[in-house]
C-alpha cells in the first residue's frame, strides 16, 4: 500500500510531479534521480519516463496528474465540493477523535484533510477502513473542527449512533458477552434495539453494493465486516470488540441458529427484503481464535436468471452450447471453483428448454430461485433427502431434462450417468480446474472410461473475471508486459482499454463481472480417445481441433475486446503455461 505524506504547510501549493510521487511512494527517490537524468538525455517528460521504465502505471500517473490539477486550485477546506457519500466513507466517531475530514475522490485515492499528515498508523487504518488509497493534505485543528462540525449531520452520522448507542448498551466492556446473549435471546425490543439496527444496516449496504459475501471476522482490534463485491473482498467497517458478542448472536438469531453453541460449525438462512428485492442470506458459523467467524453468501434472484447474452459467452461459445444442447440424452457438466458461476449457467441453460413441453425437474441445496414450470427440489440431509436418493426419485418420476446442483459423490456421479444411459439429459456441476481434468476426476472417483465417452455430451469449464468499468473506461499504451503476455510485438504500439476509476465503480475501474469459459463439445474421435484411456493432452489436443478456446485464451480475446484488463486475467488465472 502507498505510504504517503504531508503536502506540506497549510498551503495546497503545486509540486512538481517527481515529488509529489516520491511523497505518495509510487516511486522511489533514487528511481526518481534515475527518472530525472534520463530526462536530461531525452527531453521526454518525467511521467512517461517513469512508464516506460517500469516504475509507474499509466493509471497511477493519471491520478496523480488529476490531484495535482485539482489542489492547484485549492486554498481552503472550503474550497473542495465535498459531497455526502464521501463524507460517509468515514464513520464519525473515528473522524472526529482523529481530526480527519475527507475531501474528495480521485480514482482509488481519497483525499483527507488532517493536522496528522505523517501517522502512517492512521493512513493505514483509514485506506483499510475506507478500502481507497489516502492522500492525507495538512490542515490546522481550527480549520479541522468547524469542518467537521458542518459535514457530519444527518445520514452520515446513521451507523455511527448505531455503533455508539449499542456500546452504551453493553457498558463498553468485553466482559457482558452472556449478559447480552440472555438479552437478544429473551427478545427484548428494548434491549436489541440498537443491534438489530445496526447489523440491517450491513446487511442493508451489502444489498447496496451488490455484494457477493458478507464476512463478519473477529480480530483483535474488533469484529471486521468484509464485503466480496465484484469477486475482490474488502473492509467495509470495523465495529468495537465491546458488542462484537451481540452482533455475532444477532446474526445466528437470524438464520435459526443455536445461540448457546460456540464451538460446533453451523449452518443456516433467512431472507430479508432490500428495496423491494427478496434476498436469501445462506449463512455458516464457525470458531476462530478471536471469537465466532459468520460468512453470508447473498443469493438474489435476478443475478441466477440470466440469458446466455448476458454472461459474457462469445457467438462461437453459444454456437457450441447450442449444438451440445440439441442431444437429447448425456451429461452436461459445468466446472469451476466455488463462486465461479457455475448455477447461473446451469439456469440460463434450462432457459434454452420448453418449460411446458419439457419435463424438467432440479434437486438443489439450496433453491436459489423459483422458476415457473420447473419442478424443484430442495434436499435435506436429516431426512436423508441427498443429491443421490432425490436423483434415484426423480427418474420414476419421467423427466426429460435433470438439473443436479452439484455432483458431491460417486453415487451421485453413478446414477447420474445411468440416467444418461437411460435417456435423460443431465445438467450438473463439477470442482475441476478445466474442461479435461473433468474427465480424469470422473475416472478417478470410479467412473469406467467407456462410460464417460458414451454417456458426457459436453463440459464448460469456467472462471469469473472484474469487467472494466463502462462509465470511466479509457485506453493506455501497453506496457512491456501487458504486451508479452498478449503475444504481441514488443517494438510496435497497441492501446489497451482500463478504467480510470469513478464514483460508480468506487475508484477500482472495475463493475461488474465477466465470464471465461473453456468449452469441449463429445465428438465420436474425442469419446474414443476417452474411452480407449488415452492422455489428456491427447483429448486436449483433439478439443482444440473441433473448435474448444482454452480458458486463458478466451480471457486474452477478452482483453483485445476492451471488457477486461490484462492484470485482472493474470490475478484471476495466472500466465499459464502456453
Request: glycine share 8%; with cysteine.
Amino acid at each position: 500500500m502507498d505510504q504517503p505524506t504531508t503536502t506540506g504547510g497549510t498551503g495546497l501549493k503545486r509540486k512538481m510531479i517527481g515529488e509529489w510521487l516520491c511523497s505518495l511512494g509510487l516511486i522511489s527517490p533514487f528511481q526518481l534521480s534515475e527518472a530525472l537524468a534520463t530526462q536530461l538525455e531525452t527531453g521526454q517528460r518525467i511521467g512517461q519516463i517513469l512508464i516506460q521504465k517500469g516504475f509507474l502505471s499509466e493509471r497511477e500517473l493519471s491520478e496523480i496528474l488529476t490531484l495535482q490539477e485539482v489542489l492547484a486550485t485549492k486554498t481552503s477546506l472550503a474550497d473542495f465540493p465535498i459531497e455526502p457519500e464521501t463524507i460517509a466513507l468515514v464513520p464519525e466517531a473515528f473522524a472526529r477523535q482523529n481530526l480527519v475530514v475527507p475531501l474528495m475522490k480521485v480514482g482509488r485515492r481519497l483525499v483527507i484533510a488532517t493536522r496528522r499528515s505523517d501517522d502512517t498508523k492512521l493512513l493505514d487504518h483509514l485506506s483499510l477502513l475506507t478500502g481507497y488509497i489516502v492522500v492525507p493534505i495538512s490542515f490546522r485543528e481550527e480549520d479541522l473542527n468547524p469542518a467537521l462540525h458542518r459535514f457530519y449531520s444527518g445520514g452520515a452520522r446513521k451507523v455511527d449512533d448505531t455503533i455508539e448507542r449499542a456500546v452504551q448498551r453493553t457498558g463498553g466492556k468485553d466482559d457482558t458477552r452472556r449478559q447480552q446473549v440472555q438479552e437478544i435471546g429473551s427478545g427484548s425490543a428494548d434491549a436489541d434495539a440498537p443491534i438489530v439496527e445496526l447489523v440491517n444496516s450491513i446487511l442493508t449496504d451489502a444489498a447496496e453494493r451488490g455484494a457477493a459475501d458478507i464476512a463478519f471476522d473477529p480480530s483483535e482490534a474488533g469484529l471486521l465486516i468484509r464485503m466480496r463485491c465484484d469477486g475482490v473482498l474488502q473492509t467495509v467497517l470495523q465495529l468495537p470488540r465491546a458488542i462484537e458478542a451481540s452482533v455475532i448472536t444477532r446474526v445466528k438469531v437470524m438464520a435459526g441458529m443455536n445461540i448457546t453453541e460456540k464451538r460446533r460449525p453451523q449452518d443456516g438462512r433467512f431472507s430479508v427484503t432490500v428495496n423491494g428485492e427478496k434476498i436469501d442470506f445462506r449463512t455458516s458459523c464457525i470458531a476462530v481464535h478471536w471469537g465466532e467467524r459468520i460468512s453470508l453468501r447473498l443469493l438474489r434472484s435476478r443475478s441466477i436468471v440470466l440469458g446466455m447474452d448476458k454472461l459474457g459467452f462469445s457467438e462461437h461459445d453459444k454456437q457450441l452450447i447450442e449444438q451440445i444442447l440439441l442431444n437429447p440424452t448425456g451429461i452436461i457438466l459445468v466446472t469451476g471453483p466455488t463462486g465461479s458461476g457455475k448455477t447461473t449457467t446451469l439456469y440460463a441453460m434450462l432457459q434454452q428448454f420448453d418449460n411446458v413441453a419439457d419435463s424438467i425437474i432440479t434437486i438443489e441445496d439450496p433453491v436459489e430461485y423459483p422458476v415457473q414450470g420447473i419442478a424443484q427440489i430442495q434436499v435435506n440431509p436429516k431426512i436423508d433427502l441427498t443429491f443421490s436418493s432425490a436423483l434415484r426419485t426423480v427418474l420414476r418420476q419421467d423427466p426429460d431434462v435433470i438439473m443436479v446442483g452439484e455432483i458431491r459423490d460417486l453415487e451421485t456421479l453413478e446414477t447420474a450417468t445411468s440416467a444418461a444411459m437411460t435417456g435423460h439429459l443431465v445438467l450438473s456441476t463439477l470442482h475441476t480446474n478445466d474442461a479435461v481434468s473433468t474427465i480424469t476426476r470422473m475416472i478417478e472417483m470410479g467412473i469406467p472410461p467407456y462410460v464417460v465417452g458414451g454417456t458426457v455430451s459436453g463440459i464448460i469449464a469456467q472462471r469469473l473475471i472484474r469487467r472494466i468499468c463502462s462509465e470511466c473506461k479509457t485506453t493506455h499504451v501497453a506496457t512491456a508486459k501487458e504486451k508479452a503476455f498478449l503475444n504481441l510485438p514488443a517494438d510496435q504500439d497497441y492501446s489497451l482499454w482500463h478504467g480510470a476509476g469513478c464514483d460508480r465503480c468506487n475508484g477500482s475501474g472495475y463493475k461488474g463481472m465477466l465470464g471465461v469459459y473453456e468449452i469441449i463439445r463429445m465428438t465420436r474421435p474425442i469419446q474414443n480417445l476417452i474411452s480407449r484411456g488415452e492422455p489428456t493432452t491427447m483429448i486436449e489436443d483433439e478439443a482444440v481441433r473441433y473448435g474448444m478456446v482454452k480458458l486463458l485464451q478466451d480471457a486474452k480475446q477478452k482483453v483485445a475486446m476492451g471488457l477486461a484488463t490484462v492484470d485482472e486475467v493474470i490475478r484471476c488465472l495466472g500466465t499459464g503455461n502456453e
